[in-house]
């Protein structure tokens, strides 16, 4: 089974630019879709976007922002942020859930999940 590790959160200005990555161990990690999801104090965790190997899908919230993309040689699923605001503040979650060929992107339960890591942004 995939094991997520999450990296690259931290402290960014509002307008600034960010990239997190979650490295993957296992030997199938073609085989997942991946995704991220983000929860900001006091909230329920959020779809962030996700990924399989020719299809992406994001919330409207981070649309033209952020960039979901991996690296299967890597084992590796990226998310890079741009023009960040303060709302994006949240510890974002790395997962993945056997791909299943055809179905829609909405439809994935995600049952593997990574520790975290936290994204804070500042006015």
């Known amino acids: 089974q995939v094991q997520l590790v999450e990296s690259g959160g931290g402290l960014v200005q509002a307008g600034g630019s960010q990239r997190l990555s979650c490295a993957a161990s296992?030997?199938?990690?073609?085989?997942?879709?991946m995704g991220w999801f983000r929860q900001a104090p006091g909230k329920e965790r959020e779809f962030v976007a996700a990924?399989?190997?020719?299809?992406?899908d994001y919330a409207d919230s981070v649309k033209v922002r952020f960039t979901i993309s991996r690296d299967n040689a890597k084992n590796t699923v990226y998310l890079q942020m741009n023009s960040l605001k303060p709302e994006d503040t949240a510890v974002y979650y790395c997962?993945?859930?056997?791909?299943?060929?055809?179905?829609?992107?909405?439809?994935?339960?995600?049952?593997?999940w990574g520790q975290g890591t936290q994204v804070t942004v500042s006015s």
């Open positions: 997962a993945a859930d056997r791909l299943r060929v055809g179905a829609p992107l909405t439809s994935y339960k995600y049952d593997i």
């Open positions: 990924i399989t190997g020719s299809r992406t």
């Open positions: 296992g030997r199938t990690f073609s085989s997942y879709v």
